[in-house]
């Protein structure tokens, strides 16, 4: 039953739940937040500082709160003002967070599995956090630590990584399953990190669309329609300056509707669409030559080797690395050497200044070799894919893709948009790389207009570059502190590697490749954080070097991959198997995954709870800090993840290294924070509050490191509790600075933007030479079928896609929120339904509202939905929500709501980072017993 809630009914609610003391600054200034008369709530209110927690945009917000019969309550929510990145604007998900922590089905004390009761069942009693812990503690002493798995949502994976990592480091475990990598990090965002060089590029790049002129969408309705404020405020603005925007989507989703041209793509098709841009772009000459020649690979020169690969023209150490690559010098017409890492060009080996050539003259060598230039093998490569080959593949007119190459190549600045979650094919790392290829083309990177690199990264990079001038290396940092994909090459260091581990076991995933691989069977080369070989692990099917590699323990932070993780069925099996002697969730709501737990730890909502360190401002360019203050006082009897870790650390024996551990990875002074958590122990208050005070010690000495101007924790916080934030240079000084390849190289091997990819080249030496590992160019045709040649679809037969939708984040139990539901009411059918085209439906005879069954035609699981008939949608391709279908009927609003997405889904991963191909399939859709 659909359930509404009115503000009287809200307001009572919260008057009969628990009560706070005022808030209290950890250095002890005086009263958080602002006193502010009238708006939308009533009477005087306190406006307290705080960060959204709906998504994974991190949007700066202000929160009301008011004393009501005696007791603080949390009664408004609204953007902060003085926010750079959301700029006071907030979303229907974040206006209505308020009901999370107020919502009567929250997981409000420790709860442990009646004995004898089946995981998969709600059958739980109530336990004191002393029996949880000392019932988690017991289990985990009795197995190995690399028997031992952390899941993690984006919540744990990015606010508390600071925390997890050393966390696992501490304990021994080499085992993370972290959902924003497999789904996203690792899939959509690598193609555009092979480019330049960044790591995440919802963090760290801030697509500027206020000031572009051409704004190009393929594959992402998410980053401005349905997740994220702050790009969603400079889309805004494109429209109202002006801005052209094309967007390819089968659908006319939410950003297609804003769209001045809606193209609809045949599904998994853009690649071509791209590739035949990229031909476009080469042969009408509509790129920066003076930029791609001086901060690009492009130059390189190259050879093809006794094995038929493509490889750079260089020097190499004796550690096997580049010492120098060759360009082609236009001034003195020979060939020259440049360094190895630096962010230009420019200037040969030596110091001489040079012009290297994009286009090599025809017979050049180098020693004893043909060689060209990168740049001259995308002429070569590119020559197949011209607008009518792509016509064929995504049903749009030959004049249409050259038209649209054209207008983008000659209206500057002009943007393809870096896409966010895309693990959906076989090439969409490849087609996230070319979208990054084409915005290099024209110069577009830190440019405005264009792709903005972060506060954060600018600055980490900065420090790199100047390590690098001094002789040093990045190895000597710790992960966090390395700038973009040095981050990624820091993980692997530790994860994939056994001898970072006492036990010689890495983590499951990189033991399942290397197992795989011995035996001849697809692996995949990065793993990271992924599922892959979990369950083999579970089942004991796992051995590594001979070794069996069991997992027996598994401990999911604010993770629920039964709805989030595809299939549902092999997440279900994984947490309800006999040789699991442990699950434990720690979460807000009861998902359906805490379903399979044994121990249920219930979490401080983000309006309860201060944040245990300061964060960068996401994709802002500008560098600058904020955090969280806690709004109220816990209402139940939850707790803070970090008190949460510390105290299981604590019960391993391990909480001393597990806390310097923190204390380096977060940069905080080690010997305070010892004094602070002692302190807190003594007086029996939670740690929470020791780790940010400490925090804004440490910020007081960066703020002095970044401005030269020394800050004292005081001020810091005072700033913070009156803002809301810390800036510390603005976007346009760090931009004149920092600028990145202009003054100060990218994140890659090289310094410059890679449009030849080292990495993809390294895999193609392991792998064979394949389109996958095509470190030029490499067309990877969209797959959904086991036939080849595909074959034509059957009259009930569609193309599938997914995705999400305004009022819902991917990865969150907000969908039980009351108000997002009778917002939801009157778009019910497009918010929940599956979407299929009006005319198609009536050849079907099938009706706007009727139940249909859809069943995967290449894998066979089939689901249930609520069909929604529109016009905004190819006739070959039907649509589905990907935030609904939860099981839990614990949940009162959102339990049986909508279809589970991911009931629909095989186990299909590629074998770059293994991550999910879930659209690779067709299904048909026929009435509920038809």
């Known amino acids: 039953m659909h359930k509404t809630i009115s503000r009287r009914q809200f307001l009572k609610v ?99 599995r009646v004995e004898g009761s089946k995981r998969g069942e709600w059958n739980f009693r109530a336990a004191t956090w002393d029996e949880a812990y000392r019932h988690i503690i017991g289990k985990l002493q009795k197995v190995n630590p690399w028997e031992i798995s952390l899941v993690g949502g984006w919540t744990a994976c990015v606010s508390y990584m600071h925390f997890s990592l050393p966390f696992c480091q501490s304990l021994g475990i080499p085992n993370i399953v972290a959902s924003p990598l497999q789904h996203c990090v690792t899939a959509g965002h690598l193609g555009t990190d092979l480019v330049t060089g960044n790591f995440n590029v919802h963090d760290e790049i801030l697509a500027d669309f206020e000031n572009a002129r051409y704004i190009l969408f393929s594959l992402n309705n998410a980053s401005v329609a349905a997740i994220s404020t702050a790009r969603a405020v400079r889309f805004g603005q494109a429209k109202k300056n002006g801005a052209k925007v094309v967007c390819l989507d089968p659908r006319m989703g939410e950003l297609a509707a804003k769209a001045d041209e809606w193209i609809p793509v045949k599904p998994g098709t853009d690649h071509a669409f791209f590739l035949a841009m990229l031909h476009t772009l080469l042969r009408e000459k509509l790129y920066d030559g003076p930029f791609v020649s001086k901060h690009t690979n492009a130059p390189f020169l190259s050879f093809v080797d006794e094995k038929g690969a493509v490889q750079l023209a260089a020097d190499k150490g004796a550690d096997g690395n580049p010492t120098a690559y060759y360009v082609f010098d236009l001034i003195s017409q020979e060939v ?161 590697n056994p001898g970072a581990w006492e036990h010689g076991m890495p983590a499951f995933s990189f033991a399942w490749a290397e197992e795989q691989a011995k035996a001849g069977k697809q692996s995949a080369f990065l ?54 002697d442990l699950v434990v969730a720690v979460d807000v709501l009861p998902s359906d995954s805490t379903l399979y737990a044994d121990v249920i730890l219930p979490n401080h909502t983000y309006l309860e709870r201060n944040e245990p360190l300061l964060y960068p401002l996401g994709p802002n360019t500008g560098i600058g800090f904020t955090t969280r203050i806690r709004t109220i006082d816990p209402i139940y009897d939850t707790r803070d993840t970090t008190d949460i870790l510390c105290a299981i650390a604590e019960g391993m024996g391990k909480l001393d290294s597990y806390i310097h551990g923190i204390a380096e990875y977060a940069g905080l002074d080690h010997a305070m924070l010892k004094r602070e958590i002692a302190a807190a122990k003594k007086a029996g208050k939670p740690l929470n509050e020791a780790f940010l005070k400490t925090a804004y010690e440490a910020m007081g000495h960066f703020a002095e490191h970044v401005t030269g101007k020394h800050m004292s924790a005081a001020e810091v916080e005072a700033t913070i509790m009156d803002k809301g934030l810390l800036m510390l240079k603005d976007a346009d000084t760090v931009v ?129 939905a609520t069909l929604f008939v529109t016009e905004m949608i190819r006739p070959d391709t039907v649509f589905l929500p990907s935030s609904y279908g939860s099981r839990n009927k614990m949940l009162s609003v959102a339990g049986g709501k909508g279809t589970a997405l991911n009931e629909l889904m095989p186990y299909s991963i590629e074998p770059i980072a293994a991550s999910f191909m879930s659209q690779e399939f067709t299904v048909s859709v026929t009435p509920v017993n038809s």
């Not at 962010?343 to 001489?352: C, D, I």
């Not at 629920?560 to 092999?570: E, M, T, V």
């Open 14 to 112: 919260a008057g009969v739940l628990g009560g706070m003391s005022l808030l209290r600054p950890v250095w002890s200034l005086g009263q958080a937040g602002s006193p502010e008369q009238g708006g939308a709530v009533s009477g005087t209110v306190v406006w307290v500082p705080s960060i959204c927690n709906f998504c994974s945009s991190f949007c700066d917000i202000k929160v009301a709160t008011k004393e009501i019969d005696g007791v603080k309550r949390a009664v408004k929510i609204e953007g902060n003002a003085e926010s750079p990145l959301n700029r006071g604007k907030i979303c229907a998900r974040g206006q209505a967070g308020l009901y999370q922590t107020y919502d009567p089905d929250r997981l409000k004390q420790p709860l442990i």
């Open 527 to 580: 793993p990271a954080m992924a599922d892959t070989g979990l369950l083999e692990a579970v089942r004991g099917e796992l051995k590594y070097h001979g070794r069996p590699y069991n997992i027996k323990a598994i401990i999911l932070n604010a993770a629920n991959p039964i709805r989030h993780y595809f299939p549902a069925k092999r997440w279900e099996e994984i947490l309800s198997h006999k040789n699991i």
């Open 736 to 864: 004149e600075e920092m600028n990145m390849p202009r003054k100060i190289p990218v994140p890659t091997s090289t310094g410059r933007l890679e449009l030849f990819s080292p990495i993809l080249s390294s895999f193609g030496e392991k792998a064979g030479r394949t389109p996958l590992f095509d470190p030029v160019l490499g067309y990877v045709p969209r797959v959904v079928s086991d036939k080849s040649p595909e074959p034509s679809l059957n009259a009930d037969e569609f193309y599938f896609t997914y995705g999400k939708v305004p009022v819902v984040s991917h990865a969150s139990t907000n969908n039980n929120n009351a108000v997002l539901a009778a917002v939801t009411k009157p778009k019910e059918g497009a918010f929940t339904g599956l979407w299929m085209n009006a005319t198609k439906a009536l050849a079907l005879g099938l009706r706007d509202g009727q139940e249909v069954e859809v069943t995967n035609l290449r894998y066979g699981p089939k689901v249930t």
């Open 336 to 496: 020259r050497a440049v360094p190895a890492y630096t962010n230009t060009n420019e200037r040969t080996k030596s110091g001489s200044r040079i012009q290297p050539g994009l286009n090599a003259p025809n017979n050049l060598t180098w020693q004893g070799r043909p060689v060209t230039t990168v740049f001259d093998r995308f002429i070569a490569e590119s020559e197949p894919y011209t607008p009518e080959w792509a016509s064929k593949i995504t049903d749009i007119p030959a004049s249409t893709i050259k038209r649209i190459a054209v207008e983008f190549g000659q209206a500057r600045p002009a943007m393809v948009d870096p896409g966010w979650m895309g693990a959906r094919y076989h090439h969409l790392i490849g087609q996230r790389r070319l979208q990054a290829i084409i915005q290099t083309l024209v110069g577009g990177i830190d440019r405005p207009g264009g792709w903005m690199m972060n506060g954060e990264l600018h600055h980490k990079a900065e420090v790199s570059w100047h390590n690098t001038q001094q002789g040093k290396s990045d190895k000597d940092l710790l992960p966090v502190q390395r700038p973009g994909m040095g981050f990624a090459y820091g993980l692997l260091d530790i994860f994939a």
